[in-house]
């Protein structure tokens, strides 16, 4: 310390830079002052291969498609995959890539209005003059894709000129593309495109939740004229767009439908995060009204195609279900198929319409019991000439209530359809089944797992079933059975695309089926249908080989990316004004709103122009994003890595297996010799009953012990180079054989001894033992000759379970793929025990690793326990967030306020499992959600909290991430948290509270500070523990004598008075239990047994010492197992028999042994 310089070395932007510190202490200053001297750039030269920048075809294309839309006729696919849009047939034709038009700025492009930054984006997209020489080429991304009604048009969302844009292009050619120029503040960032069946318009629906109206056949789709223009603006080639509505709420308005006449917009619109309704929009004249008054939800809307009803899904009837775990209920699955009859005059569904026998054909007609399938599809073919569809009526008075439930369970559906005459699709999932948890739970995780929440449109990961609901028989059929996540109808009704979970999991499948038909498992000739070929009759569309056309060019790539990635920040992020995280509670934060703004464009030129360029490889990229979101100053940024695998490909790879245990080098005798291997230090045991989790050396049958030295792993020696991770590589979850040798020495002996100890009050001599010997062997061969032992397979019989020292052993095990989990729950326990240890087990312990399923299951797993006792460390150290804090909450907050006493039993608090005092204990990588909670827990006063400051960081993330095109992700906070705190320094400070956010950036300060040092952490130390645990000793005994002082006065119960309820009770026992006793003492009595071994299972005394305990092994009078009688044996007393045991020769008891026996006997013990 004093006056001293350090120099420091660190890279920034690629680049490596060295500065001098004046590090020296300010005595006015408690912190020390940290001043730069000097800093310089360190100049490095590299040259070397960029092979990552090489541009190569990519494999799998189909695990990039970003969506893929329908011909209106069902005749052609358009798929965008990789930012590249691609026209197709279903299952023959070429893939014709639809190519951008050339960028150009419109000409009537405000910069006033504009987003801020659009003009650097476009002048990196186009390689403007802003940026330097050096700068690389740019790949537009094209995202969504959509065919108008006219079946030769298509409308791609593509960010050609660096901001989203929406181009047409013709499908066959004649024209080029043209982009409608559509002003970025107006766009916005598309997030769902539906084109209209009947005009050239589209409704499009932005990042901010703005339902925008299209018309694709002004501006550049189609070039109008002054005079038929409508304004200015038309006139320049700019489309008329219109906004319809918009929500409040991030992703408000979702499922957007046209109806069949073209004239009506349907969709789901948020009035609130938690409800939504149906809403419809007169698209004649822009007025929006609501069909729906939602109970909880209402979403999914579909057309009739006759324009008699509409159809949604709802959550109306609420059906509890218990949990079986704890005392609670619970809602798997609250929704249902609805439709509102849009007219007054319409039928109620639920009433069948009266039909003849007849299908309405004539007498002389051959096929008269022809179905009603088949004239269904009759009537629709006469149809198919037919003029456009008349507009749609809707009477919206008394709308609400003309709601009807269809019969069909309540459960988990999406994505419903309209199909015709009266019947439509709904996809149904499956009940959720959670799965595996724990830090090993994606090794272990099974295909029917599906513990991760729903999609925004609540779609499964896993996919359901396609139902067809026939409303004229309120009967439901089962058209595809399982994997079912999305479906697209043409617009003609005739054919639907399906997007369906893919047996491999790593990319979604597509097919393409006539609408309302069930998929053949057998062809016309009696043939059974290969679902996994690509052709008409298995309806699967082969994307990936027809795809592997698309070359990547990495550079362009990672511009693209950069610019799309800062797009999302300055769209998404939690405030407007880019300000960092903690900046609500900056004095005159809005006057430096334009500041924050400013310098985060000015960090995209120079990033786009100084940074990414010197990148060379993927992995150097993510550094680059990593540090544009640190400009940010704030938590939560995360730029994820691109072409990323699934969770489960872990599995695969080369990497070693586990048995669960610490060992080291032990060269043995001589360095040469065959007993040197790998010394066994420490067992892990986790759940020791897991098969899967659980340790690999602790299972029985193993009998492997700490001091043992293994040799082999399946017959291959170890050696010091050759250790016992590479020999398991790729092992994994698969059987191995171990081959040990035995501890030597006296360590080993002493094991054998106590494992031959039986229970005893240890004053028997060995003098005694000697004298009993011989009367115990007569015994026993006296019990041989009427019972022998029975062995149906004399090579299975059990061996000696001694070990004997420097033994050579091979066992049979199952090695595991991780043994993250199995160490954790060690630690866990032994953190437990040492609180049990050092609060005579008056203070209770939960550890609750992260904020998800895992955090929660385990906070579970021990909290009905732990909670009876009086105070209760809750651990969040390590604890890295997530989003269940509140329910935690809602439980430790939670104070007994009275007691159920039952006859029998402990006492039980109400509410149930309330504790009493909690002591949380922190450090610095308890975050995010942890650290919500730790701030909550001092709010309510539920006790001090312990540890070291935490990470500091509290924004939220709300809504997911954006996709990049390479498979990676943007992950933003888009929402504050904005905490009640306490004023500093102020006398009433628990009565004054204002709003602020001081935990970002700076963390949750402890009540008690305790730091934990290397040196403490090496020696196994835990002073954290042990302060949280003098804490809780701390209140209890405060509490006491508070109870002491305030004897007579009114309190509120806590959890000590569980133990003062439940010592009442035992220390007067009640006439049942003294009329017990007294029938006991009289049984004793009467058979002549111990009276001391009543007294046991009395339960009136304490526990029996150990003379007790050899008196009642010696006059306990029930037998196990009844000897094989014989005819003398019953008029034989007791010395007969025993002296007659003495004089039986050898040869009597051969003959004794000939006799017959039952079969099974065994010995008489």
């Not at 000439?385 to 069909?408: H, L, T």
Request: glycine share 8%; hydrophobic share 35%.
């Amino acid at each position: 310390r004093g006056d001293s310089k350090v120099t420091a070395v660190y890279a920034s932007g690629g680049r490596l830079f060295s500065s001098v510190l004046d590090v020296s202490i300010d005595e006015d200053a408690n912190d020390d002052v940290n001043k730069t001297v000097a800093g310089r750039e360190i100049p490095i030269e590299w040259r070397g291969a960029e092979a990552q920048c090489e541009r190569f075809r990519l494999e799998s294309p189909d695990e990039y498609v970003d969506d893929v839309t329908l011909h209106p006729e069902g005749l052609t696919v358009v798929v965008t995959a990789r930012g590249r849009a691609f026209a197709m047939g279903l299952w023959d034709g070429p893939a014709i890539e639809l190519e951008p038009p050339t960028p150009t700025k419109s000409a009537l492009a405000d910069q006033t209005t504009a987003p801020p930054g659009s003009d650097a984006l476009f002048d990196i997209a186009t390689g403007g003059s802003r940026l330097s020489s050096g700068s690389t080429s740019y790949a537009p991304r094209a995202q969504m894709c959509a065919y108008l009604w006219d079946a030769t048009r298509v409308a791609v969302v593509r960010d050609a000129n660096g901001e989203d844009d929406v181009e047409i292009h013709w499908e066959d050619g004649s024209k080029d593309a043209v982009a409608l120029n559509i002003p970025p503040a107006v766009l916005g960032r598309p997030v769902v495109l539906a084109a209209s069946p009947e005009s050239s318009l589209l409704a499009v629906v932005n990042h901010r939740a703005e339902l925008i109206v299209i018309d694709c056949d002004t501006g550049h789709g189609k070039k109008a004229s002054s005079a038929n223009a409508s304004s200015a603006h038309e006139a320049h080639g700019v489309p008329v767009v219109r906004l319809a509505d918009v929500s409040n709420e991030s992703g408000g308005i979702r499922h957007v439908q046209w109806s069949p006449c073209g004239c009506w917009l349907a969709y789901t619109w948020h009035e609130s995060a938690e409800v939504c309704l149906v809403r419809v929009l007169d698209v004649r004249t822009g007025v929006a009204q609501d069909v729906t008054k939602p109970i909880l939800s209402d979403s999914s809307p579909a057309w009739d195609p006759a324009g008699d009803y509409l159809y949604f899904l709802s959550s109306r009837e609420l059906e509890p279900a218990y949990d079986a775990a704890r005392f609670g209920l619970s809602f798997h699955g609250s929704e249902k198929p609805h439709c509102v009859a849009l007219r007054k005059d319409v039928r109620n569904p639920l009433l069948r319409a009266l039909r003849p026998p007849h299908d309405g054909s004539s007498s002389s007609s051959d096929d008269e019991y022809e179905t009603s399938d088949s004239d269904d599809d009759g009537s629709s073919s006469s149809d198919e000439n037919s003029d456009a569809p008349p507009p749609i009526d809707i009477d919206f008075d008394g709308i609400f209530d003309r709601v009807v439930s269809f019969p069909m369970p309540a459960g988990r559906y999406a994505k419903m359809i309209g199909l015709d005459d009266e019947k439509f699709c709904v996809v149904r999932f499956p009940s959720r089944r959670p799965g595996r948890v724990g830090l090993d739970a994606p090794y272990y995780a099974g295909e029917s797992d599906d513990g991760s929440e729903d999609d925004e449109d609540g779609v499964s990961s896993l996919g359901g079933a396609l139902l067809k609901f026939d409303m004229t028989s309120l009967k439901s059929s089962v058209l595809i059975e399982e994997g079912v996540k999305d479906a697209f109808l043409s617009m003609d009704r005739r054919c639907v695309l399906l997007r369906v979970r893919n047996q491999s999991g790593y990319a979604d499948e597509y097919r393409c089926y006539k609408a309302g038909a069930k998929p053949d498992d057998e062809d016309s000739d009696g043939e059974e249908v290969d679902h996994d070929a690509f052709d008409r009759r298995s309806g699967l569309i082969d994307l990936e080989s027809r795809l592997d056309q698309i070359v990547v060019r990495p550079r362009a790539e990672w511009t693209q990316m950069l610019c799309e990635a800062w797009r999302v920040l300055r769209d998404e992020w939690w405030t407007e004004s880019m300000a960092p995280g903690d900046a609500s509670l900056e004095k005159g934060v809005g006057n430096n709103d334009s500041n924050h703004v400013s310098r985060w464009t000015e960090c995209l030129r120079r990033y786009a122009r100084d940074v990414l360029p010197r990148a060379a490889a993927r992995s150097e990229v993510n550094d680059v994003f990593a540090e544009l979101s640190a400009e940010l100053r704030s938590s939560h940024v995360t730029v994820g890595v691109g072409d990323a695998v699934g969770e489960t490909r872990r599995r695969f790879n080369a990497t070693p297996g586990r048995l669960g245990c610490d060992a080291v080098w032990d060269p043995g005798h001589t360095e040469d010799s065959s007993s040197s291997g790998y010394r066994i230090t420490r067992l892990v045991k986790g759940d020791a009953w897991d098969a899967l989790a659980g340790g690999a050396l602790v299972k029985p049958g193993v009998n492997l012990n700490v001091g043992d030295v293994l040799l082999k792993i399946n017959g291959r020696r170890l050696t010091k180079t050759r250790g016992v991770s590479e020999a398991l590589v790729g092992l994994g979850g698969k059987e191995v054989s171990l081959t040990f040798r035995v501890a030597d020495g006296d360590e080993e002996d002493v094991r054998n001894a106590m494992r031959d100890l039986r229970v005893s009050d240890g004053k028997k001599k060995k003098d005694e033992l000697s004298a009993k010997k011989a009367a115990t062997k007569k015994k026993a061969a006296k019990a041989t000759m009427t019972h022998p032992k029975f062995t149906p397979n004399p090579s299975a019989a059990k061996p000696d379970a001694r070990r004997a020292p420097g033994s050579v052993v091979t066992v049979r095990v199952r090695a595991m793929h991780s043994e993250l989990d199995a160490r954790y729950k060690d630690l866990v326990q032994s953190r437990h025990a040492r609180v049990s240890h050092l609060s005579n087990d008056e203070v209770g312990y939960l550890h609750v690793p992260d904020m998800e399923r895992f955090g929660y299951g385990e906070f579970w797993r021990r909290f009905p326990k732990e909670s009876k006792k009086k105070a209760l460390v809750v651990d969040l150290r390590g604890n890295c967030g997530g989003h269940i804090s509140e329910l935690i909450l809602a439980k430790l907050a939670q104070r007994p306020l009275a007691f159920d006493v039952p006859r029998r039993g402990a006492p039980t608090a109400y509410p149930s499992h309330a504790s009493g005092f909690v002591v949380t204990l922190v450090d610095q990588d308890t975050g995010s959600d942890a650290e919500l909670a730790a701030h909550a827990f001092r709010r309510t006063k539920l006790g001090p909290i312990v540890g070291n400051r935490t990470w500091g960081g509290l924004l939220t993330v709300a809504g997911g991430g954006a996709r990049l095109v390479d498979g990676g992700y943007v992950s933003f906070p888009s929402q504050n948290v904005v905490a009640f705190e306490e004023e500093d320094g102020d006398e009433n400070a628990s009565d004054k509270k204002r709003p602020g956010n001081r935990i970002e950036n700076y963390g949750v300060v402890p009540d008690v500070r305790v730091v934990v040092s290397p040196s403490a952490h090496l020696r196994g130390e835990d002073p954290q523990l042990d302060a949280a645990v003098r804490e809780a000793l701390k209140l209890l005994r405060t509490s006491e004598r508070a109870k002491g002082d305030a004897k007579g006065a009114d309190r509120t119960p806590d959890a000590s008075d569980r133990v003062a309820v439940r010592l009442s009770a035992d220390l007067f026992p009640s006439p049942e239990v003294k009329r017990r006793d007294a029938a006991l003492a009289a049984a004793t009595k009467r058979d002549g047994s111990s009276s001391a071994s009543r007294r046991k299972r009395s339960g009136a005394g304490a526990a029996a010492n150990d003379g007790d305990k050899n008196e009642k092994a010696s006059s306990w009078p029930f037998r196990t197992f009844a000897p094989y009688p014989e005819a003398s044996d019953s008029e034989k007393s007791e010395s007969e028999a025993s002296a007659e045991d003495e004089s039986e020769s050898d040869e009597d008891v051969r003959r004794h042994s000939a006799r017959g026996k039952p079969k099974g006997a065994s010995r008489r013990r």
